[in-house]
């Protein structure tokens, strides 16, 4: 206790009289409501953390998920095979105006984590002013899940920005009882639906949070939640529309995680709020030191909140408990990273409840805290990283998408003098192939090997394909080889490959293609493959027969 009133009688001594290198960093806590200062956070993580990103995985590829996430957007569906249409169609919409590089996918994850921010700020302003409201972005960037979980931009990732714009609508409506707001609540909801499935847990708490709230007379008689139902059902309609006539394959994707033994569920369950409460120890840590011996007054603090603060809390108690309830009754799995984007709704109240005055040394520490991580994060562990990754690899095989792309589009112009239109084989090399072959050829059914994705109208069987498999990957090998044989006319290749970072030579994999003529023989150059395997055209039937042997191993 005497340590804390040392500390505090410093912070107090410190605002009234700061060293000339604080001055500064005053100045742009002075900024937050002119509104310059919280942009400017912004902008510097998403520039650091990008850096971070370009230079740990230089030379590497993209992460599966972000690869899988872009091949989905490549087409607009009201659905995808394993997930909702959300993250397919934002991926689609950025790689629209920015080019098919690294950098561009990490800029637009950074960006996604950036704007996730800004709307958590927006539910800070209804409570509190100043510097108060950067302690709560502080606090966040503090937690792994706007750096390192935002990088694979997927399933999970999207929600990071959806989720506080649905909790932000779903408070202004309950405000104000607004029809323009109940609307934008309904439809930012239907985003969190079509975002991920797991939303339900989100929408659900925003309903249990509305009944126990004190004004939920004056809001549940209103046409405000009434409006909000029907603009989110209506919203919806399309996908589920899809979803009934494709048989609503991403539902059984998601029945996938149904387990038969309670007792793993359980442990799931105990790991799910183990690993919440590790994601935020730091955050936790931090915020005691700023509170000091007023940690005490928190419980306090909440009860006496403002009431629509105390809702952000019930939301945040209901994603919590309710995931949990719902595992454990049914037996599912349930990872922690599924609940990163909520963490949110834990520190808003914390950071907003105080009902004591926060000095600027404290905000001022917080946020050298948060930058020196960055920095270091960008300057020493991202170089550090990309040494590790280039001489160890990733199981995966992140490091060689370039190099496989590179020779198997080669291979490919050399036997048979067309673009590559189709590519197959390993999930992750042959959505590596579709994003860094020069030919941008497309992955999908009948020869993804494992997840099916309907190719294009206009991409047909007849035009060719081929496939990847790591040599050491037998199932894929033999499944894509079958393939192949139906097909009649194809060539087998191996080749190796090798990572490199800045000229510094890494690990070595070996990889097995699989070349498959075009129907229709085209110019001259084709001649090649036929002469390789001595056989003629592949026929329309031969065709037809590796897509009902898809159908039928699948």
């Known amino acids: 206790m005497p340590v804390d009133f040392a500390f505090s009688a410093m912070a107090k001594r410190s605002d009234r009289s700061p060293a000339s290198w604080r001055r500064p960093f005053n100045r742009w806590l002075e900024g937050v409501e002119a509104g310059w200062s919280v942009p400017l956070l912004l902008a510097c993580f998403v520039s650091v953390w990008t850096l971070y990103l370009s230079v740990a995985y230089h030379g590497a590829g993209l992460h599966p998920d972000v690869l899988e996430t872009w091949t989905y957007?490549?087409?607009?569906?009201?659905?995808?095979?394993?997930?909702?249409?959300?993250?397919?169609?934002?991926?689609?919409?950025?790689?629209?105006?920015?080019?098919?590089?690294?950098?561009?996918?990490?800029?637009?994850?950074?960006t996604n984590a950036a704007l996730a921010l800004w709307f958590v700020d927006l539910i800070a302003t209804r409570f509190v002013t100043g510097h108060k409201r950067l302690i709560v972005l502080l606090l966040l960037m503090l937690t792994p899940a706007y750096q390192f979980h935002a990088q694979r931009f997927n399933a999970n990732a999207v929600l990071l920005a959806v989720w506080p714009l649905a909790t932000y609508c779903f408070l202004r409506a309950f405000e104000t009882r607004a029809p323009l707001w109940a609307i934008a609540a309904g439809f930012a909801a239907s985003l969190a639906m079509l975002g991920k499935y797991y939303s339900i847990f989100l929408v659900a708490s925003f309903a249990l949070s509305a009944i126990i709230h004190p004004a939920r007379r004056a809001y549940l008689t209103s046409s405000s939640p009434w409006i909000s139902t029907a603009v989110g059902l209506l919203a919806l309609c399309p996908h589920l529309q899809w979803l009934a006539e494709t048989g609503a394959e991403p539902v059984y994707y998601a029945a996938t995680h149904v387990r038969a033994d309670f007792l793993t569920s359980l442990q799931d369950a105990a790991n799910f709020l183990l690993g919440l409460a590790a994601a935020v120890s730091v955050s936790a840590v931090t915020w005691v030191l700023i509170a000091g011996y007023r940690i005490k007054r928190l419980p306090r603090d909440i009860a006496a909140s403002d009431p629509n603060l105390k809702l952000i809390c019930h939301v945040a108690i209901g994603t919590i408990v309710l995931p949990v309830a719902i595992s454990v009754f049914l037996c599912t799995d349930l990872p922690s990273l599924w609940a990163l984007q909520g963490l949110f709704l834990l520190a808003v109240p914390v950071g907003c409840s105080t009902s004591y005055r926060i000095e600027r040394f404290y905000t001022v520490n917080a946020a050298l805290f948060v930058a020196g991580i960055a920095i270091v994060a960008a300057v020493i562990a991202a170089p550090v990283h990309a040494l590790y990754r280039n001489s160890h690899g990733y199981e995966e095989g992140r490091?060689?998408?370039?190099?496989?792309?590179?020779?198997?589009?080669?291979?490919?112009?050399?036997?048979?003098?067309?673009?590559?239109?189709?590519?197959?084989?390993?999930?992750?090399?042959?959505?590596?192939?579709?994003?860094?072959?020069?030919?941008?050829?497309?992955?999908?059914?009948?020869?993804?090997?494992?997840?099916?994705?309907?190719?294009?109208?206009?991409?047909?069987?007849?035009?060719?394909?081929?496939?990847?498999?790591?040599?050491?990957?037998?199932?894929?090998?033999?499944?894509?080889e079958r393939m192949a044989v139906q097909a009649g006319s194809y060539v087998r290749r191996e080749f190796s490959v090798q990572s490199s970072l800045f000229g510094i030579p890494g690990v070595k994999r070996n990889l097995v293609a699989f070349l498959v003529a075009p129907l229709r023989e085209p110019d001259s150059t084709s001649s090649s493959l036929a002469n390789d395997v001595g056989a003629g055209k592949i026929s329309a039937d031969r065709i037809m027969e590796s897509q009902n042997l898809f159908v039928l191993m699948r």
């Open 73 to 110: 957007g490549r087409h607009f569906a009201w659905g995808y095979p394993k997930h909702p249409p959300l993250m397919g169609w934002i991926a689609g919409a950025w790689t629209s105006v920015f080019p098919l590089t690294d950098w561009s996918l990490q800029l637009m994850a950074m």
């Open 399 to 480: 490091s060689f998408y370039h190099q496989a792309a590179d020779e198997l589009t080669r291979l490919w112009h050399e036997q048979i003098g067309i673009p590559l239109s189709i590519v197959g084989g390993n999930d992750s090399l042959g959505r590596a192939v579709a994003f860094y072959s020069s030919d941008h050829p497309h992955y999908g059914d009948p020869f993804a090997y494992q997840y099916s994705l309907a190719l294009p109208h206009e991409v047909t069987p007849e035009r060719g394909w081929a496939a990847l498999c790591f040599d050491d990957q037998y199932d894929c090998i033999e499944w894509t």
